[in-house]
Structures are given as C-alpha cells and as structure tokens.
C-alpha cells in the first residue's frame, strides 16, 4: 500500500530538485563544471526519489534519511558560512533543507492501513418493504 504522504512528499521532493536549479542557473557563475555535475547528479537523484516515492517504494524513505543524515551537516556549516559573509543566496540552502525534511518526517509519519470500514461508513441494510403502523 502507498503510504497516504507519498504524494505530498514526492512534490516537495520535486520542489527542492527544482530550487537546486534555480540556484544554479540564478547564484553560479555556470562556469563551473564541477557544480554542474554536481548539480545535475543532485537533481536526477531527487526526481528518481520522488518518482519512487510516488510508485510506492517503501525503502527509498531510508535511502532519503542516510542522505539527508550525511548531507545535513555539510548543509548546516555552508549555511552558516553563507549567513556570516551576508550573501544573498543563503536563503535557498535553508529553504532546500527544510522543504526536504518536510518530506521525509511525511515519509515517516505512521499510518494505520484500513481492513474494514467503520460502522458509520456502512450503509444499513433497508427491508423491501416498508414498515407500517
């Protein structure tokens, strides 16, 4: 079963795939190759998360937290670099770090999958003929 945040979650995965390239087309010089690659690898990897996610695929939540475990400290020591030499661009390192842990507490919020309906949700069985007094 899907869990019921995937698709929320594979949006705001999309979302930060596309804040990284709106950094790098808006705050780089593009004449950096490297960033370009790294860019690139970092946008495929987002999109095939959020494709993923979107499919059903339980365990790429996992993969999600590794990363995000690995990448976050990296995130946190640029951001505040960026936040103490006042740059413009700061912002969007922020916005992208939070949109994607949005995304995966989504991923990893319990659910509680329905076998039967409700008592309420199920419509009472009515005689053919009506009852009179």
Not at 6 to 12: D, N, P, T, V
Not at 76 to 97: C, E, G
């Amino acid at each position: 079963m899907i869990h019921p945040n995937a698709i929320k979650a594979s949006y705001l995965i999309r979302l930060s795939a596309l804040l990284s390239l709106i950094y790098y087309f808006l705050f780089t010089g593009r004449n950096s190759s490297v960033f370009m690659i790294g860019t690139l690898i970092t946008v495929f990897l987002l999109i095939g998360a959020a494709h993923l996610i979107q499919k059903g695929n339980a365990w790429i939540r996992w993969v999600l937290l590794v990363l995000i475990l690995i990448v976050l400290p990296l995130h946190i020591s640029a951001t505040l670099m960026l936040f103490k030499h006042n740059l413009p661009y700061r912002w969007y390192f922020v916005l992208q770090d939070v949109i994607q842990l949005i995304a995966l507490i989504l991923l990893f919020v319990p659910y509680k999958q329905v076998t039967e309906l409700p008592n309420e949700l199920i419509e009472p069985e009515f005689d053919s003929e009506p009852e009179v007094e």
